[in-house]
Every structure is written in structure tokens, then in C-alpha cells.
């Protein structure tokens, strides 16, 4: 009898869990707890089930937007539920309650996670979500646009870091040299200027620029804006040359290339921007994005694409960095931590991560030789 009890038991536990997962569909909602925050962030996944069975779903914060960032994997193994957001290289992973209406668990998305409660929300307890901003058209393709209005202004004397920032039809930057403007725009390393005078890499700006026309532009329409308005405020002039440089080039490596094809807007904006240093989450990014950035941001030299990968692509990067890197943002790197579980350096990060390599070479590469030059007009 008692056997037969224990069996029992067993198969209404199995069924139980089967339940749950069943049970797992729907809109679950909780407030992320933010340190120095009070009010917290509002946080909702909204959870179907696909025709294989598996839980899918979308996330949404909806304190920061109403985008819906849709979910890389939902799992329910026992009483353990856990999704992923791989887009923002984000996790959650809690305790279901026994009533399976409650999830108790931690957020991470860095290296301290933050607690969250998910609760089943029923349709007169769920959240409304804010409706998106109409998207805009895009601006055609064969458009030639020019800032219609461009505010440049000294960066505060205590601003730290550096941005680039595309907000709807708004560029912004904040603390950005004319050094940075130019490699931004011709997509070049600042060691490919050549007679710059020392103002051009110490004086910082803000800009706050819009276009002309109708439309969203893409990204060589930006940076063909930026080149006018070099040209007109800063009276830029330049001609091409020939260096050998010191450069990384960016291969495939041997165990092939790891990373996913993006499923984003092929005529839309990449996004590439650090989490904190060392942990670059790469979206709709194409391999000169992603080589623009390591140049630019992280390395003391010319990144060249030789990886032979076109269109776009996801990938998640983190590593360790060490005091070589980080130079094109103004930052300290602090020593490399010692924790076993710390990430690898970024060239073994990368070779494990993406299948990709950086082999350092030296090569011929085209520098731009600085004719003229002024500080900016007035606004």
C-alpha cells in the first residue's frame, strides 16, 4: 500500500510540473528593485506557447519604453523558472510558488543582480502597456541630406566619457573632440589623422543636430550630415594618403564564425553600446560596425575587416580589459580581476564567442592629411 501511495505521489508530481509549464502562459509582471530608486522599474513578460510546445514570449520594460524585446529561451524545469533576453544580455531566474501564480527570483544583466517577483496577472491586475511611437519612414534612399538646424557647445569641464546618440530624427553626442566628430564620420582610427592641431583632440562638445527632408536616415546618411557640417563649422579640408600603421585585422578563425544572423532591419541603425566596459552587446551590427567600434572605443589602433561576413549580425561579447583599452572613451581601466569566473581577454573572448580573431599586422592603410582647420562657427 504503501508502495502504491508513493507511486502515486511520484505521478501527481510529474503531472504537476507538466501543469505548470502549461500553466506558465500568460502575462507576468514585477518591479525590478533599483538601488537609489524607490519606485523601481516596471518590468512584464507576456508568455504563449508555440505549436512544438515550447514557451515563448515578450518582454517589455515598461517604465522605459514600450518596446517588446522578445525572449531567447523560457524554461520551467521543476519548480525553476528562468527566461533569457539575449538582445540585452539579460536573465531572470526564480522559485515558482506552489500555487504557480508566483515567481520569486533575481534579474542579471551585470555582474549584481537585482531581486524580482513576478506575479500571474490576471486581466484586471495587468499593466497596460504604453503604445510605441509611430515609426518613421525612412528617408530615401538617394536623398542627400544636410543638418537643418546644429548646435555645437562646449562639453561641462567635469563631463565624463563620451556618446553618440540617434533619438528618432535628433543626433546628439556629448563630449565628443572634433577628433571624434572626424573618425565618427569617415570611419577612420585617430591614428589615421594626420595634422590635426592639439585643440582638435582636447577641446570636448556637445552637438544637437537635425536633418532636412522627411524621414529616418540610416547610418551613411548620418555621417554624411556630420561631414557637411564639419566642412561648414569647423572648415575641415583634407586629402588622402598612404601609411604603414600598426593595425588588428578581424578574421574568421579556424573553428568558424559563431555569430547569429540578425533578423533586424537591414536599412536600420546597429546598435552597439557597452553595458560597462568589457561587455558589448552587438545588435543588427554589421562587421565594420563592430570593427568601427573596437577602433574607436577600445583599441589603440586600425581594426580592418577582413572577415569576409556580409549583413548583419547579434552577438553578445564580454571580456576582461586591461589597461591597453579604452583610451578612445578617456577611461582608466582598473587592474584585471582575479576571480576564477571572471571573463577572458578580449582576444580569447572573441575567438570564443564570435569564432572571429584580431591578428595584429602591419599593413599600408589611408590616412586623411589635414589641410585646414578651425574651431567652430558660432551657432
Known amino acids: 500500500m504503501k508502495k502504491l501511495l508513493l507511486c502515486i505521489l511520484t505521478f501527481a508530481m510529474l503531472c504537476g510540473t507538466a501543469l505548470f509549464a502549461q500553466d506558465m502562459t500568460g502575462t507576468w509582471q514585477g518591479t525590478l528593485q533599483i538601488p537609489n530608486?524607490?519606485?523601481?522599474?516596471?518590468?512584464?513578460?507576456k508568455i504563449t506557447k508555440a505549436s512544438d510546445g515550447t514557451l515563448k514570449g515578450n518582454f517589455y520594460s515598461i517604465d522605459q519604453g514600450a518596446q517588446a524585446i522578445p525572449a531567447s529561451a523560457i524554461t520551467l524545469q521543476g519548480s525553476t523558472f528562468s527566461y533569457a533576453i539575449s538582445m540585452i544580455d539579460g536573465k531572470y531566474e526564480g522559485k515558482l510558488s506552489a500555487d504557480a501564480n508566483t515567481v520569486t527570483g533575481n534579474w542579471s544583466q551585470g555582474p549584481n543582480p537585482l531581486p524580482l517577483v513576478l506575479t500571474r496577472a490576471t486581466k484586471a491586475t495587468e499593466w497596460a502597456i504604453p503604445e510605441p511611437p509611430p515609426k518613421l519612414p525612412?528617408?530615401?534612399?538617394?536623398?542627400?541630406?544636410?543638418?537643418?538646424?546644429?548646435t555645437i557647445k562646449p562639453s561641462k569641464p567635469d563631463q565624463q566619457g563620451k556618446g553618440f546618440m540617434v533619438k528618432g530624427r535628433e543626433f546628439d553626442t556629448i563630449n565628443t573632440s572634433l577628433i571624434d566628430l572626424i573618425t565618427f564620420a569617415y570611419?577612420?582610427?585617430?591614428?589615421?589623422?594626420v595634422g590635426a592641431p592639439d585643440w582638435a583632440n582636447i577641446d570636448k562638445y556637445d552637438l544637437t543636430a537635425k536633418p532636412d527632408g522627411q524621414g529616418q536616415?540610416?547610418?551613411?546618411?548620418?555621417?554624411t550630415m556630420i561631414q557637411k557640417l564639419l566642412t561648414e563649422r569647423f572648415k575641415l579640408t583634407f586629402h588622402h594618403d598612404k601609411k604603414e600603421l600598426s593595425v588588428y585585422t578581424l578574421v574568421v578563425?579556424?573553428?568558424?564564425?559563431?555569430?547569429?544572423?540578425?533578423?533586424?532591419?537591414?536599412?536600420?541603425?546597429?546598435?552597439?553600446?557597452?553595458?560597462?566596459?568589457?561587455d558589448l552587446p552587438g545588435r543588427n551590427a554589421t562587421m565594420a560596425d563592430f570593427c568601427g567600434v573596437m577602433q574607436t572605443a577600445v583599441l589603440d589602433r586600425p581594426v580592418v575587416d577582413q572577415t569576409g561576413l556580409a549583413g548583419r549580425y547579434d552577438f553578445n561579447l564580454k571580456w576582461t580589459p586591461d589597461e591597453s583599452q579604452f583610451g578612445g572613451l578617456g577611461i582608466k581601466v582598473p587592474p584585471p580581476s582575479d576571480k576564477p569566473d571572471a571573463p577572458p581577454n578580449l582576444y580569447q573572448a572573441i575567438q570564443e564567442q564570435m569564432g572571429l580573431k584580431l591578428d595584429p599586422v602591419k599593413a599600408p592603410a589611408d590616412v586623411l592629411i589635414i589641410d585646414k582647420i578651425e574651431k567652430p562657427s558660432a551657432n
Do not use: C
Open 253 to 278: 578563425a579556424k573553428t568558424g564564425s559563431k555569430i547569429n544572423k540578425s533578423e533586424g532591419d537591414p536599412n536600420g541603425l546597429p546598435s552597439l553600446f557597452f553595458h560597462g566596459l568589457g
Open 217 to 223: 536616415p540610416n547610418d551613411k546618411q548620418w555621417k
Open 37 to 45: 530608486n524607490s519606485q523601481g522599474l516596471r518590468t512584464v513578460l
Open 138 to 150: 525612412p528617408m530615401a534612399a538617394d536623398a542627400d541630406p544636410e543638418f537643418e538646424v546644429a
Open 187 to 193: 570611419g577612420v582610427h585617430p591614428k589615421q589623422i
